[in-house]
């Protein structure tokens, strides 16, 4: 569970460390811009919120729930790539 939590919180948290970086000025991103990245983020985890928490916890197994949660994703990103 705290695996779980510390990669949520680097996923948060890349955007910020981007910023440093200078992802702003390669992409030439204006102020609000940035900011509307930074928010779809959490429109989408808002949105996404009530399904596992309302829904999908109480109908199936935690750890099930939790491995297809943290599986899906992460195939999601690893196929962008290639």
Same mark, same amino acid.
């Given at each position: 569970?705290?695996?779980?939590?510390?990669?949520?919180?680097?996923?948060? !948290?890349?955007?910020?460390?981007?910023?440093? @970086?200078?992802? +702003?000025?390669?992409?030439?991103?204006?102020? %609000?811009?940035?900011? &509307?990245?930074?928010?779809?983020?959490?429109?989408?985890?808002?949105? !996404?919120?009530?399904?596992?928490?309302?829904? @999908?916890?109480? +109908?199936?197994?935690?750890?099930?729930?939790? %491995?297809?949660?943290? &599986?899906?994703?992460?195939?999601?990103?690893?196929?962008?790539?290639?």
């Amino acid at each position: 569970m705290a695996t779980a939590y510390l990669f949520q919180f680097l996923d948060k !948290a890349a955007l910020s460390y981007t910023a440093i @970086l200078g992802i +702003r000025e390669d992409l030439h991103l204006t102020g %609000s811009e940035y900011s &509307w990245s930074s928010a779809i983020y959490y429109f989408g985890y808002l949105i !996404a919120t009530y399904p596992v928490a309302g829904v @999908l916890l109480v +109908r199936y197994p935690v750890g099930k729930l939790i %491995s297809v949660s943290l &599986w899906v994703p992460s195939h999601v990103v690893l196929t962008h790539d290639g």
